[in-house]
């Protein structure tokens, strides 16, 4: 993997997972395994699998970065990204875990991105407040809407609302500097293509929560200046692993296998527990991707089972203050992974000479040094209240480390869906609240 | 209540719980109830539940009021919060309520509050970033750090850690810009008084997660111009209501008495649904009061019992695109509380003509009214697929309406914890990793 580093997973010991059980699961998935070896050769996209191909795909690669080098120039200032749910978490993770919460680190100078996802007049109104003290000329701006089914109600409607009001300030080129990612001939797509804006298209079986590795997740992080290329490197390099018919190398497997069989004895909730606070957005992507593919009504034979594990999102060390007492002394329904970079720079520093002299241990100490002490006291904690977990060690926060963590995640919930019996790549239950929506919609007129 | 509006709560005709269960349920808490009473009375705070005493307590706002007095002029610019869980999230919370996430809506000229809570490089790195290129002298900094035992590893190391920066830049004149909030007699006290830093001091029967109207919530909000009289208003106008023996006009009860019967029947998470992002400090400040609250490994006999609901935060519609297939769909385990504030300023809309008019619908509609019809949407949408829920609307992000919020769900935990057996008070289960880490801690000497 020349000089990029692997993650490392941990959990034989941990687990609280017989070998064998765990072996049981794993040898079944044989015949799984050969559909996967024909999805990441699918290059035209023939099934939800297929999208573990995307890291592979240099078509996509290539119409990103072509559109990039249309759309993209020196005085470039904001991508303001309007997108939900898969349409967003993807790139929004990738871009915290480099540059920290509202891309607080971004380098001077620099692009930003800036997301519009829900339909609240104040997120609204904080993002044109931004734009208003510093956009001057549409070349300093680009729009790019995300909806895979182009019909997404909050999105189309911050769409709106933004090119109307830049329109109004910078001029009409502001048509120049849209681009628009959606299904190829979607009532978007057409319309977009009608209004002569520029188009993206995305793999039609692809779900939302997919599409990392697809124009969706990568042209707003190219066009603010992320290395895609390794991005896509390190996802490429995980997949043989994420293929192996070892578990002891396949990361994927084993995390589903684990999962599954505390699942069978009641599992309720997954609990990934980042201790760098700036991987939030990574847990709400792989969020979106454990509820929608895992949280079904039926399996798929029918047959009506309530199937799910709540995925939870918890932050070291924050959450150790507010919820680790009921993850201590609570009901004994879940299953966490650890997941933390400790190398991250600065190395900020208590100083040597400290003026509350109470408590001990913390002169000279970098902050990195007291999370890692923090994160080992948990650990061993967890172990002796017999509390079961995983571990994932990323060797930076970068984007190799990024690529390498999702592609795996993608790969497991396929993994975990098919052990529990359930098509991970549909999402029936969500339209009838859409419906009711747009019902409540018209009548408003 | 003068010109101040009443939260609205309904869920008789959506929770799903028989009004007999109910009743029964609630009839058992007389003799709770005279405890209540005797705690809103309790101004020497002898027992956990006289936090409900707070915000009727002259002397802690006035104290707060004058330290107010005494540290801020018209130059301050931020007030670094050093705290971690109970520690910021109430103040966080009603921050963001009002002013959105970091202070994105902070009026020009305003102070602004900034929040150091785990021992984070890029976290730290993010504020002294901000401070960097805009504190120039000590006038126009104040730093609260607050810890209510004094021993919280990450805020006395964040504290050391700003405090050397900040003096290095600034002079030793920094020693008048720090405000240091704790239990009186602690050892951050005396180390705090030995310095010559100001001091405020908290009830010590009064927990964290209980002390947001003591001067830990106060303080903070009050220095950066936050009209803390009106909150503890509103905390006070709905005590009434929260003490009534009619179930109907006592939501606190209610909803505990909801939750208590279903928890009876499985309840494994309670799912706070806010429709405000700006909302989700709240949900985080409220997830902890349950968690730490009613997590228990023994009830208040002794017994082992593993007591506990998950709380979580969603946040509508953003998670509507990312876990509602989940709720939807997945087990039936979750009790919900809708939460919103309908009516927020601005009223930006979506223009009458649009551009991408294959969205019907949209057209003139502002942003808070698609939210709008979403919410009713999705509410619809639970009644038809038998979800229990229960609705919580708010008159206005403001801090009368935060206040009222704030004291209902302090005394709703005291309802619930009692009914389901369980010491309110106490966190038995997180000193062990805490103990852990402080030992790898000293073992890098």
Chains 1, 2 share one sequence.
């Not at 933004?162 to 048509?175: D, M």
């Not at 979607?186 to 039609?204: C, D, E, I, Y």
């Not at 929506?437 to 007129?445: D, K, N, P, W, Y």
């Amino acid at each position: 993997m020349d000089r990029h580093k692997a993650l490392v997973f941990a959990y034989t010991k941990t687990a609280l997972t017989p070998p064998k059980e765990l072996g049981s699961v794993v040898i079944r998935l044989k015949k799984y395994s050969n559909t996967l070896r024909d999805a990441l050769e699918d290059s035209r996209y023939t099934r939800g699998e297929s999208s573990v191909h995307l890291p592979f795909d240099k078509t996509i690669a290539r119409a990103v970065e072509d559109m990039v080098a249309a759309t993209v120039s020196r005085g470039l200032k904001y991508v303001i990204v309007i997108g939900i749910g898969g349409s967003n978490l993807g790139a929004r993770a990738v871009y915290e875990a480099l540059y920290g919460k509202n891309g607080a680190r971004v380098p001077l100078g620099k692009p930003q991105l800036l997301f519009l996802d829900t339909a609240d007049p104040h997120l609204y109104e904080a993002v044109n407040r931004e734009l208003k003290a510093h956009v001057k000329h549409t070349g300093e701006v680009l729009i790019n809407l995300i909806s895979k089914s182009g019909n997404t109600t909050e999105s189309v409607a911050n769409f709106e609302v933004l090119y109307a009001e830049l329109k109004r300030r910078l001029g009409t080129a502001l048509r120049n500097r849209v681009v628009v990612t959606t299904d190829e001939g979607s009532a978007l797509w057409n319309a977009a293509q009608a209004h002569r804006f520029k188009t993206l298209s995305m793999p039609r079986q692809v779900g939302g929560r997919f599409s990392m590795f697809s124009a969706v997740g990568l042209f707003p992080l190219a066009a603010v200046g992320i290395d895609i290329a390794t991005l896509l490197k390190g996802a490429r390099d995980i997949t043989p692993a994420c293929m192996s018919a070892d578990v002891h190398k396949n990361f994927a497997c084993a995390s589903a296998g684990v999962l599954y069989v505390h699942r069978r004895k009641g599992l309720r909730t997954y609990n990934q527990f980042f201790f760098n606070p700036d991987l939030e957005t990574l847990g709400a992507w792989s969020s979106q991707l454990m509820a929608e593919s895992i949280g079904k009504e039926r399996n798929d034979k029918g047959k009506i089972v309530h199937e799910g594990i709540l995925p939870l999102v918890s932050i070291g060390s924050t959450h150790l203050h507010s919820l680790s007492q009921l993850y201590f002394g609570g009901p004994r329904l879940m299953v966490t992974t650890f997941i933390y970079a400790p190398n991250t720079a600065p190395s900020t520093r208590v100083p040597r000479t400290v003026i509350l002299k109470h408590l001990k241990g913390i002169a000279g100490v970098p902050l990195s040094g007291i999370m890692g002490a923090l994160y080992g006291g948990v650990k061993r904690s967890y172990q002796k209240h017999g509390l079961p977990f995983m571990e994932l060690v990323l060797p930076a926060l970068d984007v190799y480390s990024m690529g390498q963590y999702m592609q795996m995640k993608l790969f497991e919930i396929m993994y975990l869906a098919h052990m529990l019996g359930v098509n991970a790549f549909d999402q029936p239950n969500v339209e009838d609240y859409k419906q009711e929506s747009r019902q409540l919609l018209q009548a408003r007129r």
